[in-house]
T-cell receptor, first 117, second 115 residues
Framework: GAVVSQHPSWVICKSGTSVKIECRSL??????MFWYRQFPKQSLMLMAT?????????EQGVEKDKFLINHASLTLSTLTVTSAHPEDSSFYIC?????????????FGPGTRLTVL | AQTVTQSQPEMSVQEAETVTLSCTYD???????LFWYKQPPSRQMILVIR??????QNATENRFSVNFQKAAKSFSLKISDSQLGDAAMYFC????????????FGKGTSLLVTP
């Protein structure tokens, strides 16, 4: 099946710094990627939808200036958490959609655990 | 907006037995997709089974099957011959057939499998 990677898998940073998380589709081109956030023992909440070559679409309540998303190529999307604070500590998961047809499946990355001190 | 409800925060099943996880959803759309995902302790999301709303036949994948009741907006997952490796969080998810394609997840059900 299609493989999606995320890097790093785990990051610890100081409050006020920025952290970049990469999401790559390794063996397919993904026109659309999604970023989710998951707090401990909770469900996945969609943060934004990222389309290659265009601006990301953010869900209501997600700060665009804090969570910068760039989808510069068909295989790479990045999420940058700017001026991170302890409340941003969470598990961030990306998924990539294979193909353009409506029934195409999404493939998930292994996630990135962010801890802000 | 569509909502997905999983009313069972935790379920337990004995090895080799059968368990059913419940999921209901609310939508005004006629065309959509439904999914069950498994999230083991590794946190990697794994697709268990999917169902297209336009298909009347319930989807089946080996030991996993669904009971899709479109009129009742119900989408339950049955796991037969449960194995220790089935222990995980299970999320029911909805996806519109239209634009966006993002998944809308339920809160999840934690499945414990006992020997």
């Amino acid at each position: 099946g299609a493989v999606v990677s995320q890097h790093p898998s785990w990051v610890i940073c100081k409050s006020g710094t920025s952290v970049k998380i990469e999401c790559r589709s390794l063996d397919f081109q993904a026109t659309t990627m999604f970023w989710y956030r998951q707090f401990p023992k909770q469900s996945l909440m969609l943060m934004a939808t990222s389309n290659e070559g265009s601006k990301a679409t953010y869900e209501q309540g997600v700060e665009k200036d804090k969570f910068l998303i760039n989808h510069a190529s068909l295989t790479l999307s990045t999420l940058t958490v700017t001026s991170a604070h302890p409340e941003d500590s969470s598990f961030y998961i990306c998924s990539a959609r294979l193909g353009l047809a409506g029934n195409n499946e999404q493939f998930f990355g292994p996630g990135t655990r962010l801890t802000v001190l | 907006a569509q909502t997905v409800t999983q009313s069972q925060p935790e379920m337990s099943v004995q090895e080799a037995e059968t368990v059913t996880l419940s999921c209901t959803y609310d939508t005004s759309e006629s065309d959509y997709y439904l999914f069950w995902y498994k999230q083991p302790p590794s946190r990697q999301m794994i697709l268990v089974i999917r169902q297209e709303a336009y298909k009347q036949q319930n989807a089946t994948e080996n030991r996993f099957s669904v009971n899709f009741q479109k009129a009742a907006k119900s989408f339950s997952l049955k796991i037969s011959d449960s194995q220790l490796g089935d222990a995980a969080m299970y999320f029911c998810a909805y996806r519109s057939a239209g634009t966006g394609y993002a998944l809308n997840f339920g809160k999840g059900t934690s499945l414990l499998v006992t020997p």
